[in-house]
């Protein structure tokens, strides 16, 4: 029993840090052409939700913060066909919180919360549901977002392996309706990124745990211990490697299909704890303790991003600027009795959902830091300035 309330304990603490946090950041220029620009699933739910909490951060980001709460469901419920033990599934479940790729995808607008969501989905009711149901499923993942291109191609690898020919066809046509529906582009000229693909990864799951999941992948496959999470977890993670050698790879489609990976590698890490004498069970017990010191790091980074400006001398090369400034900016506009502007256009598409809209009356011009004229709106955080402008009244000129 104080087992389930550690569950709950994690999931509510887990659910109130992301809903306070959604205070402390502006809706950025992508999110905003998500919002905004061409219709889709996602933005069909975002405008819903909208709907029903009002044009603010809560209302934008609702649907992502629920995405992630029934995500960290899933994962510990998919994670009692490989971890016996209570305790340690909720050590996972609390690896899976933490982790700085899962943190963002529960604050960001964007497909990957939603895909991590489906894949657990999916997995989840592979042994709960028959297959024709699992089939109509995938027809409308095929659907909604270009992210579950590769879902397809990992299954199109699982069924081939598993001798079900028309299973293998049928998603094969899957990932050609996505790939059509949504594009698939391969061609410019070759640059080669692999390494900074590694980076990304690394950063996504911090370094040591990104390496024993790619261990785990390896050690699997060797014991022949593998199915059909383990084949859509290589399938992408060997795809995304290779294209990474001549382009710059979306990791926001492709690090969902390595986060469903974890039971996996938590199965692996307390097979080979358990199989030790305690003597020799030292190192495990550091990687451990290391992985969760970089995990609580990096999530503490990442809500506690803006006090990094009291180091940064250009605000602008900080990883989280552009979720930053808009909803201030709104605010000080709003104090001066301007409720419409003209000005760039990333700027401009991100002051429309903060209800500033355009027009030809006001205009206004970013300064540069270093620019010493005179300019009447400013934003800062402890005294810092973030960010400089100047408003024109062309009625005034």
């Known amino acids: 029993m104080t087992l389930k309330y550690i569950l709950f304990l994690i999931l509510g603490v887990d659910a109130l840090i992301l809903f306070l946090q959604t205070s402390h950041i502006s809706i950025s220029y992508e999110e905003a052409t998500l919002l905004y620009g061409e219709f889709s699933f996602l933005q069909l739910l975002v405008k819903t939700s909208i709907s029903i909490f009002g044009q603010n951060d809560l209302g934008l980001r609702f649907v992502m913060i629920l995405f992630h709460l029934m995500s960290a469901i899933l994962m510990y419920v998919i994670s009692k066909r490989y971890i016996a033990l209570e ?36 997995i989840y009711l592979s042994e709960k549901i028959p297959q024709y149901m699992l089939n109509v499923l995938l027809l409308f993942y095929a659907f909604i977002d270009i992210g579950f291109a590769y879902l397809f191609l990992g299954l199109l690898i699982y069924y081939l392996f598993e001798k079900q020919k028309k299973l293998a066809v049928y998603m094969f046509f899957l990932y050609l309706t996505t790939s059509y529906l949504y594009g698939f582009s ?55 490697l290779i294209l990474s050698f001549r382009q710059r790879i979306p990791i926001e489609y492709f690090a969902p299909y390595l986060i469903i990976a974890l039971p996996l590698a938590a199965e692996s890490f307390i097979s080979s704890y358990r199989v030790r004498l305690k003597m020799f069970r030292t190192r495990y017990k550091l990687a451990f303790v290391i992985s969760f010191v970089f995990l609580i790091s990096n999530t503490l980074l990442v809500f506690f991003n803006k006090d990094l400006y009291l180091v940064i001398d250009n605000p602008k090369k900080h990883f989280a600027y552009e979720m930053h400034i808009a909803k201030e900016l709104s605010t000080k506009l709003k104090n001066m009795n301007i409720n419409c502007i003209q000005t760039d256009r990333k700027m401009q598409k991100r002051l429309k959902f903060y209800k500033i809209d355009r027009c030809i009356e006001n205009i206004l011009l970013e300064k540069h830091f270093n620019d010493n004229r005179v300019s009447n709106v400013t934003i800062s955080y402890k005294d810092n300035i973030l960010y400089r402008a100047t408003v024109t009244n062309l009625n005034n000129i």
């Open 87 to 122: 305790r340690n599934r909720l050590w996972l479940l609390l690896v899976f919180v933490l982790l700085p790729g899962v943190v963002s995808s529960a604050i960001v607008v964007n497909g990957a919360g939603m895909v991590i969501f489906g894949l657990l989905l999916f």
């Open 186 to 240: 391969i061609d410019g000229y070759p640059t080669g990124h692999f390494l900074d693909t590694i980076g990304v990864y690394s950063a996504v799951f911090t370094p040591i745990i990104f390496i024993y999941l790619f261990y785990s992948l390896y050690r699997r496959y060797l014991t022949s211990k593998i199915d059909m999470t383990w084949y859509i977890a290589s399938t992408v993670l060997i795809l995304s």
